[in-house]
């Protein structure tokens, strides 16, 4: 279908130049599908399961402009990762030249952003979707068309819940939404499109083909039964496969199971690459990106230096232990041609857009505390492989599992390649997130009686697959416990939130965490404490938790709470009646040993070696805690605990990983804490010293530079300095 025949399905003439500019001419076919199915009549929702590359963003683009064009309102487009957000928001900015604005929104769970508002199309997380409506969002409340991307997310134990109650709320909430929902290929689809009311559409096309083998003893064997030799540049048979495709203009993804992997194999490939490279310019180019992602953190750490050799030669790691700039950095390179591998952990595989023609999947398996090694699910390989050959990049991909054996090598073809993705299934039941929204249920105000709260639940996709029993037990286990702790209540049979826990939801804190922190500040109110307690009672919440115990670590750790057993606020586990209680708490007293080092300005490096987190880890827990301290704070002060006050500083300390003396001095933008310490090293110790100097003399100190020091000066103005 050509795109002008969208007009006779209601898209006006503008919004088709629109396509038309965004190199649209045609249709995919289950683009068309789905227009035919009558997706733009506005009438009905829709589940649409199409394989990876398949063009899903756009039927959700046109959807949204048909109906903001047609009748107003607002659409929220829910995505599970933030990196996906930006990329759909910078897709979505080409609907400004027609009047429609497009935000987006994630992080900060305490807050109704009323510049929402303003906009059209919100793009968010579920996590931010769903603590916008805790605050009663009036943006939100325009809500008419609902885009679920990823949908197959409700699978996840960690994150599912919360995708499936938002959505479940918006229903509730809001007669005649309408639900647009972007699946992989699963093999429920059909429920889910039952559970929403929704029509399916289901076909098995790509615009671009991919082959899909398994590699083994030099050779991939694909699906067709086609054997391809790989050319042999070293004794590593992935680093082979991997620069294989770049002579031809190729470019390749590595997916492998862990951080250390990934790093790993990026400094082989990159060993290997030289006669793969352009010369000259490119090279000066690659110098050039080495040299910036030095520049990232005002201290570059071990891993920051060895990315940057690995981008030397062409070659990058990807995973949550870099810098979300980092990342994005390496992400704009590889779209320009200019990286030519990735080693990546699989949290780059959902829904991004990326121009590998070879993606090489080394491990099939993953670690799970609990469980062990256990291999990963079809659904997870199809996303994985699903990134090559995209449609903006290459005319062909190939995707290839590693075997080490022929007798493997057959496991995989069947077990992978030949089989069918898994269904889907709700894990609302995992006690946490049930805890969370139940609470947010009741405090939203949604259900005022055990009734209403079952038919708030009746709604989800649990429901829908659960028989109604389980729910019910479920539902009344978890009301017990919001009852005991006081965060809900009875009156004449009405149930209601109290004061707390309408704030414990409005706070996005799990319950249990609400009543860890609460206890501890009551705890507070006749001990002495000091930083160490707070932080221990923020380690000790299940948002941010332990750091996984190495050996002596245990020795350690038992030393430390030796030291500081009279100030903690939590009580201390008995080690032999509650052995694996007291483990945990070990591993609770290890992390609140890094935010301490942290705040005592230990380098980012030496907190590498002692602790495993990378500078991505460092930033990941350094908002949690900024989020935790602040929630616990806010507990604090709606109960009158006086002490709370005193977390006021240690949130400021932990957000900027300084000492007290360096406040005043990391409250000016672009001076971190090893900026400040060097300025305070060389006598600026308050903002009214650097009053005193000139420009010159700060720009003289070390790591500052004329633009930096500009910057202060202008901020001291702005002051009233
Ligand atoms: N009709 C079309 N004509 C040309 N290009 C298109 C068309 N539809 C989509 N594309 C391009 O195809 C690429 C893949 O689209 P998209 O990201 O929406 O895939 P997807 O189905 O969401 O895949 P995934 O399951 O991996 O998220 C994008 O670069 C997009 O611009
Ligand atoms: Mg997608």
Redesign the pocket.
């Known amino acids: 279908m050509r795109?002008e025949e969208l007009l006779k399905h209601g898209l006006p003439e503008k919004a088709v130049r629109v396509l038309r500019g965004?190199?649209?001419?045609?249709?995919?076919p289950p683009?068309e599908m789905a227009v035919l199915a009558g997706l733009l009549d506005l009438r009905r929702s829709f589940v649409v399961s199409?394989?990876?590359?398949?063009?899903?963003?756009?039927i959700a683009e046109l959807l949204m402009v048909r109906s903001l064009l047609d009748r107003g309102g607002k659409c929220l487009y829910v995505v599970p990762l933030r990196a996906l957000a930006w990329e759909k928001y910078e897709?979505f900015k080409k609907y400004e030249v027609l009047g429609l604005r497009c935000a987006l929104t994630t992080g900060d769970y305490d807050s109704r952003d009323t510049w929402l508002s303003n906009y059209d199309i919100i793009v968010t997380t579920s996590e931010k979707a769903d603590s916008l409506l805790r605050h009663g969002s009036e943006a939100l409340r325009d809500v008419n068309v609902l885009v679920a991307?990823?949908v197959h997310l409700i699978n996840d134990p960690h994150r599912g819940p919360t995708l499936e109650v938002t959505i479940a709320r918006l229903m509730h909430t809001t007669p005649g939404l309408l639900i647009l929902a972007?699946s992989?290929t699963i093999q429920n689809a059909e429920e889910i499109a039952s559970w929403l009311g929704a029509e399916l559409v289901a076909m098995d096309w790509r615009?671009v083909e991919l082959r899909e083998g398994v590699y083994c003893d030099g050779s991939i064997f694909f699906s067709d039964s086609r054997l391809q030799e790989v050319e042999r540049i070293c004794g590593n048979d992935v680093v082979n496969l991997a620069l294989e495709v770049v002579p031809q203009g190729g470019q390749s993804l590595v997916f492998v199971n862990t951080r250390r992997s990934a790093e790993k194999l990026a400094l082989d490939v990159a060993k290997e690459a030289r006669g793969f490279l352009g010369e000259g310019e490119e090279e000066e180019r690659l110098k050039a990106l080495a040299a910036q992602v030095l520049e990232v953190l005002a201290e570059p750490t071990e891993i920051c230096r060895k990315l940057s050799r690995a981008l030397k030669g062409g070659a990058a790691f990807h995973h949550a232990g870099l810098e979300a700039g980092q990342r994005r950095l390496i992400e704009d390179a590889f779209k320009d041609n200019l990286v030519k591998v990735i080693a990546a952990t699989p949290t780059l595989a959902?829904?991004?857009?990326l121009p590998a023609r070879r993606v090489v999947i080394r491990d099939y398996t993953r670690y799970e505390a609990n469980l062990g090694r256990v291999a990963i699910p079809v659904l997870e390989y199809k996303?994985q492989a699903?990134?090559a050959g995209?449609?903006?990049y290459d005319e062909y991909g190939e995707a290839v599992l590693v075997a080490k054996s022929y007798d493997e090598r057959s496991r995989l073809l069947d077990n992978y390649v030949l089989a069918e993705p898994e269904a889907i299934s709700s894990k609302l039941a995992v006690e946490a997130a049930l805890r969370t929204h139940v609470l947010a249920t009741v405090a939203m105000g949604y259900a005022d009686s055990f009734y209403a709260l079952m038919e708030f639940f009746s709604r989800t996709f649990f429901a829908h697959q659960q028989d109604a029993h389980t729910l019910e037990s479920h539902l009344r286990r978890i009301l017990d416990f919001l009852l005991d702790e006081g965060m809900c209540g009875e009156r004449n049979g009405e149930l209601f939130a109290t004061p707390f826990g309408r704030r414990v939801s409005e706070l996005y804190l799990d319950p249990v965490s609400a009543v860890i922190l609460r206890d501890g500040l009551y705890a507070a109110q006749h001990k002495d404490t000091d930083t160490f307690s707070y932080l221990h009672l923020l380690a000790s919440v299940p948002e941010i938790g332990g750091l996984y115990l190495r050996k002596g670590d245990f020795e350690t750790y038992e030393d430390m709470v030796r030291r500081y057993e009279d100030r903690l606020l939590v009580e201390i586990p008995d080690r032999l009646t509650e052995y694996w209680r007291y483990e945990e708490f070990l591993s609770e007293i290890k992390t609140a040993s890094f935010y301490a080092d942290w705040i005592e300005e230990r380098s980012e490096d030496f907190i590498h070696k002692k602790y495993n987190l990378g500078p991505g880890d460092i930033r990941t827990r350094v908002d949690l805690a900024d989020w935790v301290l602040y929630a616990a704070y806010e507990i604090g002060r709606l109960l009158r605990l006086g002490k709370a006050r005193e977390l006021v500083e240690v949130r400021r300390r932990v957000r900027h990983g300084v000492k007290e003396e360096l406040l005043e001095l990391v409250s000016l933008r672009g001076v971190g804490r090893v900026r400040a310490r060097r300025l305070y090293s060389k006598g600026y110790r308050t903002l009214r010293d650097l009053r005193e100097a000139s420009v010159e003399a700060i720009a003289g100190v070390k790591g500052i530079g004329p633009k930096t020091a500009e910057s202060i000066k202008r901020q001291l103005r702005e002051k009233g300095f």
């Open positions: 795109v965004a190199g649209i001419d045609e249709l995919y683009q199409v394989p990876t590359a398949a063009g899903k963003t756009l897709d991307d990823e972007l992989a615009p959902a829904g991004v857009n996303q699903g990134r995209r449609p903006s």
